[in-house]
């Protein structure tokens, strides 16, 4: 059993990580104010696509569906055979495959903004859903990597909350965390409805349409394309680990609690 102090460490970092994730950036909120005019701007075919992928993560959240992966390589990478002994693992040999793991998906997420960003707006309808879809997956694998199986109905809801937070500004953030933490506190409590779930669209939209928009340029999309896909990817793995990391953190430490 890992030491109790070395894992009250690692939570104390992750608090304080939750802390300084509850405001943006003044580029951020800048890139905010002209979007309704931007919004104008933006391709019907995006919008379009847009309300597609809606309607997927709606049916992703009740049924999985096509978004779901497959436990079986994570697990072997993590050396173990079955979800269940996964909580037994340290918390060293998460954090090393769920690192190898974001390494990936961050490289494959540039590439694809690279290729797509050549043909401006027209492959820029292909990329945004194909980038969400990529970072559901990321989410699911990072989840299966601590223990928590995404097959799961309550995991799915965790998982696009860590999507939600990952976009969301500082009252949003506060306001996930809230819930966030009583769902850590209470595992088998699920959330009985998620409230607002097209708002992860939406915070989407509007924090990051607006720099999408370059990638509509053919040629030069391929820079900002790229550069975009990074940083996303980037926003959302280190959202899915410390997230699910901090879950694993608390139920390793009631280990340590006396029995009563």
């Given at each position: ?10 939570l ?32 019907k ?42 909580p037994?693992?340290p ?47 990321t989410l ?47 595992r ?50 280190e ?11 608390i ?5 340590w609690?006396?029995?009563?």
């Open positions: 059993m890992e030491a109790k102090l070395q894992l009250q460490e690692e104390k970092r992750i608090n304080q990580w939750e802390h300084s994730q509850k405001d943006l950036w003044f580029w951020e909120k800048l890139g905010r104010l002209p979007f309704q005019v931007l919004d104008k701007l933006t391709p075919m995006v919008h379009r696509k847009l309300g597609q992928w809606l309607d997927e993560l709606g049916s992703y959240i009740q049924n999985g569906g096509k978004y779901l992966v497959k436990k079986e390589n994570i697990l072997e990478r993590l050396g173990v055979t079955s979800l269940e002994e996964v037994h693992l918390l060293e040999t998460m954090d090393c495959v769920c690192d190898e793991l974001i390494e990936a998906r961050v490289t494959f997420a540039q590439l694809q903004g690279a290729a797509t960003g050549i043909g401006g707006a027209l492959t820029l309808a292909v990329d945004i859903p194909a980038l969400l879809g990529l970072a559901l997956k699911q694998e990072i989840a299966i990597i601590y223990g928590y199986d995404p097959n799961e109905k309550q995991e799915r809801v965790f998982v696009v909350k860590c999507l939600q937070f990952a976009a969301a500004d500082i009252v949003g953030k506060k306001a996930i965390l809230e819930e966030l933490a009583s769902f850590t506190g209470q088998e409590r699920v959330f009985s409805e998620l409230q607002g779930w097209r708002e992860v669209m939406m915070t989407f939209r509007d924090q990051y349409g607006w720099k999408k928009l370059f990638q509509a340029v053919p040629i030069i999309g391929v820079i900002f394309g790229s550069l975009f896909n990074k940083s996303f990817m980037e926003d959302i793995a959202t899915g680990k410390m997230l699910y990391r901090k879950r694993r953190i139920e390793k430490l009631k280990q609690e006396p029995d009563v």
